[in-house]
């Protein structure tokens, strides 16, 4: 590998390399056909320790350093991605619209926390049907633990988690389990600590606010090859790794006013990328816009991503099972809330919400493949940024649980799990950093600060006590239990009712059935709910029997029975307190 890095207002750039005769110092040249301040250096070996000189300032790290073994502010290691020997040759790829995907932090899915030890639970994975492997962030950030939205080297791999070389391997066991993998990339900000981007050019520009501080450049003097470094490193993860989807992290983020958003040249490329290499690649954004145009084709006008998540159908679902109202639940809630959110996908949809006290968000085309949002009762940011991070199952009754299973599985959206959600895990997940000080202090008081007046007691029934994130023990407790195989209890019958449901998809798969049974929620009695569909849902969430008339259960979870009525296809089917049943029409 030759050393090349954009530095378009240094006046000298040097390449150190460290090696067994200690550093040595090499002269860069500006590349003058390069354009727009890239400097070029010596050859560099696989293996070999190097960093920049920016006019005198340094060593730092690579900018598009594929490997940081000893951490955020070391010096960048060489990585040759073709060294690895895939074995996933019989991989056609998957489209991330309609797989079931599971949502997983590598650093608290197994006792290791490793993609190694990931990698030995695909086959678990495989075995309960799920499609997709959603990884939150693998971005080298500081210290041994953290979320990974504050990475910094984005085109490396946390060596605590093994790696370059590691994340390779993960997907090719990964599509040699029929999974895909979806990685969750953070274009919209980089991290406070280790952040060396500045120091090389006008990766930022205070043209633009976010909630991190000044915005990236993407419409400013020298936006060009900033918006290279992105669009390379989203089809680095796609070519080198075999990665097959990126989730890109509050898009809403990614202040760009020119002619071109960033988003619809990523589309671009990566459809380009799929036509040349044959397989399907996905882009899937999280944005609180409320905006189809989000995954409206480039073509007419839109952003062009493959899918993008509904929060809207979260809280709905959230505050209709659990009757929480405190902070955006008070937007959601009722049955009517949560009927819309299932057949227009946005609540808000150009209409007033007091929780954000304007109007909101815009109408979904009719006509658009529900597929393109992904939706889910759980998720990284839904637990871990309570002020305990709980989990639903820790509070909603086995019926509740099992209910949410249903709604969100068989409804006519991309469903997705957050890591053991299917057997109804309870142990939190919790949000958690190693950062050294004086940043670890200020990131726990501004926790303790940002959830103090926010209404916790009410909901908890009494005084919270944060957990401090700079804890470890906090990062401990919010590692998964003994494991996805490990019996517990409620843990079986709620792991044996996910696979019943896993089993009933495969009746919603076909387009036309959602033509002849359309979506829709809607009430026989208080808290006595029905989702229609291919397949419905019926579930009692009272204490006492509830009666329903419908056909004839294929999967029950609690007690339930049923009796034809005269001749025909209709039942009575009595569901017990906390049953759920499920009926294929």
Known sequence: ???????????????????????????????????????????????????????????????????????????????????????????????????????????????????????????DLAAQGIEMVELMPLAPFPGQRGWGYDGVSLYAVHEVYGGPAALQRFVDKAHQRGIAVCLDVVYNHLGPDGNYLAAFGPYFTDAHETPWGWAVNLDQDHSAPVRDYFIDNALRWFDDFHIDALRLDAVHALRDNSDHHLLAQLSIATAELAHSIGRPLSLVAESDLNDDAMVTPVSEGGLGMTAQWADDVHHALHAYLTGERHGYYVDFGSIETLDHVYRHVFWHHGTYSPFRGTAWGKPVAPDRDRRQFVVFASNHDQVGNRAIGDRPASSLSPGAQATSLAMI????????????????????????????????????????????????????????????PQDRTTFLRSKLGPGLGASGKGHDDLRRWYLD?????????????????????????????????????????????????????????????????????????????????????
């Open 1 to 123: 590998m030759r050393a090349r890095v954009w530095a378009p207002n240094a006046t000298e750039v040097m390449c150190v390399t460290d090696g067994t005769d200690g550093r040595t110092t090499h002269p860069m040249s500006r590349v003058a056909d390069a354009g727009d301040g890239w400097w070029e250096g010596p050859q560099l070996a696989m293996g070999t320790d190097y960093g920049f000189m920016v006019d005198g300032h340094g060593p730092y790290p690579d900018p598009r350093s594929a490997w940081q073994p000893d951490g955020v502010h070391g010096l960048s290691r060489v990585f040759d991605a073709s060294e690895h020997r895939w074995m996933d040759s019989q991989w056609a790829g998957r489209d991330a619209r309609g797989a079931v995907t599971y949502e997983l932090h590598v650093g608290t899915f197994t006792p290791q926390g490793t993609l190694d030890a990931a990698a030995g639970q695909l086959r």
């Open 409 to 468: 599985l068989l409804s006519p959206f991309t469903p997705m799990l957050f890591m053991g959600e299917e057997y109804g895990e309870t142990r939190p997940f919790m949000y958690f950093t190693d950062h050294d000080e004086p940043l670890g202090s200020q990131v726990s008081e501004g926790r303790m600060a940002e959830f103090d007046g926010h209404g916790w007691e009410e909901l908890y029934g009494g005084p919270v006590a944060v957990p401090d």
């Open 501 to 585: 449901v896993i089993a009933a998809r495969q009746r919603t798969l076909d387009a036309t059935a959602w033509q002849q049974h359309p979506v829709g929620v809607s009430e026989a009695a208080p808290r006595v709910v029905t989702m229609h569909g291919p397949v419905s849902v019926h579930a009692n969430l009272t204490g006492s029997p509830a009666v329903v008339t419908t056909g004839e259960p294929i999967a029950m979870f609690g007690p339930v029975t049923w009796e034809r009525i005269g001749s025909g296809e209709a039942f009575t089917v009595t569901l017990g307190p906390d049953a759920v049943a499920l009926v294929a029409h």
